[in-house]
């Protein structure tokens, strides 16, 4: 418990203080973090028995978190950008494995590679695409993710007695879960609506939406995990876990309420 909060010590306001700057300080804090999150990504894919393509997946993973960085200077070509950057390294990575198909795994390989993109260079390109819109924004997504798996935590202690997905996480319960949803809505709803201004009924779908997909992130990296026989993704935040750990709701939950905030809250 004392790594914990150490950690939490000096983890908090870093984080606080890239949110709070934005810009090129936020974009190169997302960038260490995506980087990081590869790294554990191949060390599970290695735990596995798998390799994977790893210069041309680690490249685009920069590439696309660079590519969503421009968003502070020149929106519309940010956004251009990034899908062009992931079809050309989702080709280089087939290409990679073409050159080196007699080192085997070519279909696991450039499979693994290519997920190394949608699983982490993309959602982390939206954490920056969120923070272009307005710092409250982030926090409200953020805040919401952390009370789901918070209220699902200590819900689940109280409560809960039913299994939610035994064969993938077995100590979560659908007591737990319902917590954790009630919990998001009501934060996002108390941050959106109360102190950002932002009209009810929409700021109650996008809380319905991070309610909904957080503990969906929780559960797939669980479940990688579990195929990878790994209890952490690794220790970047010591007593709390990797990088992976910390962000697997985030993953889900930001990208989802970027296009819901861009589309349809202002």
């Keep these: ?3 914990r909060i150490r950690t939490a010590l000096i983890a908090i306001p870093i984080a606080l203080l890239l949110i709070k700057l934005g810009g090129l300080f936020f974009s190169l804090g997302t960038l260490l973090l995506a980087a990081v999150a590869y790294k554990e990504y191949r060390d599970m894919i290695h735990a596995a028995g798998y390799d994977l393509y790893g210069k041309a997946a680690f490249l685009g993973i920069v590439l696309l978190v660079a590519a969503a ?9 940010s956004h251009a950008l990034l ?4 079809i050309l390294f989702s080709l280089l990575i087939m290409l990679d494995g073409l050159f080196h198909h007699g080192e085997g795994q070519f279909l696991e390989k450039t499979a693994l590679s290519t997920l190394s993109l ?3 260079g993309l959602p982390f390109a939206h954490f920056i695409f969120l923070r272009s819109l307005g710092e409250g924004l982030l926090w409200t997504v953020m805040v919401g993710t952390w009370a789901s798996d918070t209220f699902a935590y200590f819900g689940g202690r109280m409560w809960g007695k039913t299994p939610l997905a035994p064969t993938v996480s077995p100590k979560k319960t659908r007591e737990g879960a319902l917590c954790g949803f009630l919990g998001t809505l009501a934060v996002i709803y108390l941050i959106g609506h109360t102190y950002l201004g932002y009209q009810s009924v929409r700021v109650l779908i996008l809380a319905l939406l991070v309610g909904f997909f957080a503990p969906l992130g929780d559960l797939v990296e669980s479940i990688m995990k579990r195929c990878c026989k790994i209890k ?23 990208p989802i309420a970027y296009y819901f905030v861009e589309f349809f809250l202002f």
């Design 118 to 120: 949608l699983y982490i």
């Design 83 to 86: 899908v062009p950057v992931t």
């Design 232 to 254: 952490d993704s690794g220790t970047f935040f010591p007593g709390h876990g990797g990088v992976l750990d910390r962000c697997d709701s985030l993953i889900f939950s930001i």
């Design 1 to 3: 418990m004392g790594q």
């Design 69 to 77: 960085s421009l968003v502070f200077l020149d929106s519309s070509l």
